[in-house]
């Protein structure tokens, strides 16, 4: 990173983010370009971090705009250069919409280091983090290994502190077997929180924040450390849908999810997590979405939601996808990790899982690499065990399993993603969408249409930075004055239940590697369906103007003809160039299923061709379960917890 191409990501940075003249700026918002608050260097920084082969590409791209003459050219020049690049083949179009990103959300989200606040956030009527609440202590005790190599005994090794790893960490330990917990991520708790979303990303989230699959088509969101995705997800807790049930049970095979023995096990979780109905307040989106609904005569429902109702606040509620300081959150860290590790179990944080070990053909424990990002101490850890539980989600889970040489054909295969778009509308008054928590409600209506599959249509965390780098980019001036509109403004999403599947696969270095293209006849369609429903959603609730998220598309005012606004958006390419599909729900990567071809693990989640290696998360799913996953990963990793207590048992008798 020379000082020429410094030059060429401040010049960006104040492309995107212009200063522009305004008579009337008591904030200063429309004066500040985006290097006075450090946009640029922040993007330098995240460039030197990243893997060589991204950093050459976008150094060369840097290159290329010096040679186009971007540093002397016009505001206007240098906006039709941005957009040029998507003229010039994918990887620079994509290695431009990552530098135009990049600086739009370090420019709209890095705080101030003397005031805690953006300088922008003030224009957003967005108050920031604010104090945080009487700190929790901090309790969990990591170990680290001593040297070069380290060996541990256990009877179970969990891979994986999530959702489900921490359900069956919990089972196991109870059950008086000594587990230990391998965490890829750290080990954060509530006192480590600040609220910010730069840092949660960087901390809490798999590969520092939201990534594109290989293909370009969806970002991805998923949770990275001490309790996974359930230390930073939006606490949506519903049970598995009836007709998802049925189907697992009767094309899979999965035993007893369509009899009230399941009912069992969502009860257990459900009581275990502290599932309220009595902390989901609603905000600014919330209740037009309640209003629309109404005027629709479309059913609206209220959430539940695991939570600590003594030390829950809706005031820092919008903030729990960045980490809960309060400690109302009920995540598997605060309930089911905490019961496992008063049972004995160990973790070992910052320690990346490599290889599953067999011997004779079954698990004999995990090879792993340990890697303290403060000290640089690193390790490699071996630890010995009988059983091994790979609960470390649907992106890494197949990929342990492919750098381990098992799980046989289906390994990698049927990535679901449920595969969101989003439209946000403009209101006459400000919406508060930073108050209260991100999801508390949801318009059902469509959840099912006659074949098990539908949308549900929700609304999204608040995070100033992921807001400005998501608003399609035309020209600085017109970006900015959609973000002087943010704090009137609400989004929707439509989640659909997919039924095309994607796939993992590893590179040359065995790192995961996500591809998913929404081209399935009745995802498109149902895709449709949602882009529909969510206009007339916005239109129905008195929105006065609204826009999609995707490249070049037309906005709706206030007397424009909804049906041919609904037309054109449906003509949009779904995916890369097009709509800006997202997921924060990977499954179905190791499924579970009778058959070892199409399916990775038994209907129990024990693998088909490695016995004492188990399932636990969402990549056990057989399909797509069309609702926020949590109570499902936590209801059946209950149920594969039992299931491994009870093979134990079972060798034990025949021994």
Known sequence: ???????????????????????????????????????????????????????????????????????????????????????????????GQALIGLSLF???????????????????????????????????????????EATYEADAVVVGSGAGGGVIAAALAEAGQHVIVLEAGGAFEEADFNGYELWAY?????????????????????GAGWGGGTAINWTNCLRTKPWVREQWAREHGLEGLETPEFDRHLDAIWERISVTDRCSDLNGPHTLMRQGAERLGWSFKTITRNVDESRYSADSAGLIGFGDRSGAKQSTARTFLADARR???????????????????????VEALYADLETGHTARVTVRAPRVVVACGALESPALLLRSGIGGPAAGQNLR?????????????????????????????????????????????????????????????????AMSEVSTGASFIGLIRDKGAGRVTIDEAGQAVPWYSLTEPRDVETSHRAL???????????????????????????????????????????GAGGFRLFSAHQM????????????????????????????????????????????????????????????????????
């Not at 206007?76 to 003229?87: C, D, F, I, T």
């Not at 960087?202 to 998923?222: E, F, H, K």
């Not at 049972?343 to 424990?365: D, N, P, S």
């Open 588 to 655: 179905g990567t190791c499924r579970m299923g009778s058959d070892a071809q199409t399916s990775v693990a038994n209907p129990y989640g024990e693998l088909h061709d490695t016995p004492g290696v188990w399932i636990g998360d969402a990549s056990a799913f057989p399909t797509s379960s069309g609702t926020n996953p949590m109570i499902t990963i936590m209801a059946l990793a209950h149920r594969t917890g039992e299931a491994i207590l009870a093979a134990e048992a079972a060798e034990a008798v025949t021994a």
């Open 532 to 574: 529909e429903a969510q206009v007339r959603l916005h239109v129905a609730a008195g929105a006065r103007q609204i826009g999609a998220l995707a490249a070049g598309v037309p906005t709706w005012r206030v007397g424009d003809d909804v049906d041919r606004y609904i037309e054109r958006l449906k003509r949009i390419r779904l």
């Open 202 to 222: 960087q901390n809490l989230y798999w590969r520092g924040g939201p990534n594109p699959t290989a293909d370009m088509n969806v970002s991805l969101w998923a």
């Open 343 to 365: 049972h004995g179990a160990e973790l070992i944080a910052r320690c990346f899982a490599q290889r599953v070990l067999t011997e004779g053909g079954r698990a004999a424990g």
């Open 106 to 148: 370090f420019a709209y989200s890095l705080p101030d280091e003397q005031t805690g606040a953006n300088p922008f956030w003030a224009q957003l009527g967005y108050p920031g983090p604010g104090a945080p609440p009487e700190a929790l202590p901090k309790v969990v005790a990591a170990l680290v290994p001593d040297g070069d």
């Open 1 to 95: 990173m020379n000082d020429t191409r410094r030059a060429v990501l401040r010049a960006i940075a104040d492309t995107v983010v212009p200063a522009i003249e305004r008579d009337e700026d008591p904030q200063g918002f429309w004066s500040r370009p985006g290097s006075e608050v450090g946009a640029h260097e922040a993007v330098a920084e995240a460039i030197a971090q990243m893997p060589e082969p991204q950093r050459e590409g976008l150094g060369q791209l840097l290159d290329g705009l010096v040679r186009l003459g971007f540093l002397s050219a016009s505001q206007r020049s240098r906006e039709q250069l941005l957009r040029n690049l998507a003229a010039l083949g994918p990887e620079a179009a994509a290695g």
């Open 417 to 481: 993603l449920h595969p969101c778009t989003a439209v946000g509308g403009q209101y006459e008054s400000e919406t508060r969408a930073w108050w209260g928590a991100p999801q508390v409600a949801l318009v059902d209506e469509f959840a099912n249409a006659g074949d098990g599959h539908g949308f549900l249509i929700e609304a999204t965390q608040y995070a100033t930075g992921t807001i400005a780098a998501a608003t399609p980019f035309v020209s600085g001036a017109e970006h900015k004055q």
